[in-house]
């Protein structure tokens, strides 16, 4: 038999390979479980933490729900106001 010979090109098979598989997966990422598996009461994602910083939304939850952290029970939200309100409240003299 003889001797195989490879260019540079059929070298480049493995990296091309491997550059569209981590396209896919980041795209399958992106779109099927961030937008279709995540629901609002679900965490903050990485994608839209980084969507945040430059006002866009990039999954299911508002940018106000990511800037502020997270989504939160009514409870927490009615012991914030009380609290917010209790901190501006004006002085009695």
Not at 52 to 79: C, D, F, I
Request: glycine letters at 6%; charged letters at 20%; proline letters at 4%.
């Amino acid at each position: 038999m003889p001797e195989q010979v490879f260019d540079y090109i059929d070298l480049l098979g493995p990296v091309a390979v491997a550059v569209i598989f981590a396209a896919i997966l980041f795209l399958i990422s992106f779109f099927c479980l961030n937008w279709c598996c995540i629901l609002k009461h679900d965490d903050i994602t990485d994608f839209e933490r980084l969507g945040a910083k430059y006002n866009l939304k990039l999954g299911p939850h508002s940018l106000h729900e990511v800037r502020r952290g997270g989504w939160m029970s009514t409870r927490v939200l009615q012991q914030e106001e009380l609290i917010h309100k209790h901190v501006h409240a004006p002085a009695h003299a």
